[in-house]
T-cell receptor
Framework: DTAVSQTPKYLVTQMGNDKSIKCEQN?????MYWYKQDSKKFLKIMFS???????INETVPNRFSPKSPDKAHLNLHINSLELGDSAVYFC?????????????FGSGTRLTVV | AQSVTQLDSQVPVFEEAPVELRCNYS??????LFWYVQYPNQGLQLLLK??????LVKSINGFEAEFNKSQTSFHLRKPSVHISDTAEYFC??????????FGQGTRLTINP
């Protein structure tokens, strides 16, 4: 039974398209995150939500819009995709907003923009 | 600002040899420290963590890490590595800033 699940696992799309990535956790955690891992494996936080409320919004283009319909789901919608958006996007969850106990990660979504 | 530095981007070792992956952080307050492992084409898995108490923490697969407050380090060690340990390893720090900050990662390659 997957704790943090993301769909799709792979996403190939053309520049200018709009796409969404979905994330769901069944751990009962209150806080969820989106991280971007670039081609050099560097992980950078994009957003975090605590119980449906936006907590962190790093310097991310406003083409990226997160949505949390409930505390178990955090989706990421991307408008007008660009080549530089190609990366692996990870969803994660934690027991508390301070991340004192670490995260549980999803398996990632590899986005390729052509 | 809080930052995490992994001093080696790649570490090649022979099977059954010992290994140390280095991690230093900058913070003037108490921290929580983590090591994550990422196998090829997979997500990150928690390997071990330091929250408080004993400064030496261990994982179930033979890795250990020691929190050194004076040197602001949290190095990861294993006395004898196996081919299956080949992966990317990430050090991460949380100091209550509502997020984990990750190091750049260290690619551990085990040669037979």
């Amino acid at each position: 039974d997957t704790a943090v699940s993301q769909t799709p696992k792979y996403l190939v799309t053309q520049m200018g398209n709009d796409k969404s990535i979905k994330c769901e956790q069944n751990l009962g955690h209150d806080t969820m995150y989106w991280y971007k891992q670039d081609s050099k494996k560097f992980l950078k936080i994009m957003f975090s939500y605590n119980n449906k409320e936006l907590i962190i919004n790093e310097t991310v283009p406003n083409r990226f819009s997160p949505k949390s319909p409930d505390k178990a789901h955090l989706n990421l919608h991307i408008n007008s995709l660009e080549l530089g958006d190609s990366a692996v996007y990870f969803c994660a969850s934690s027991q508390d907003p301070r991340a004192a106990y670490g995260y549980t990660f999803g398996s990632g979504t590899r986005l390729t923009v052509v | 600002a809080q930052s995490v530095t992994q001093l080696d981007s790649q570490v090649p070792v022979f099977e059954e040899a010992p290994v140390e992956l280095r991690c230093n952080y900058s913070s003037s307050v108490s921290v929580y420290l983590f090591w994550y492992v990422q196998y090829p084409n997979q997500g990150l898995q928690l390997l071990l963590k330091y929250l408080s108490g004993s400064t030496l923490v261990k994982s179930i697969n033979g890795f250990e890490a020691e929190f050194n407050k004076s040197q602001t380090s949290f190095h990861l060690r294993k006395p004898s590595v196996h081919i299956s340990d080949t992966a990317e390893y990430f050090c991460a720090v949380s100091l209550g800033a509502q997020k984990l900050v990750f190091g750049q990662g260290t690619r551990l390659t085990i040669n037979p």
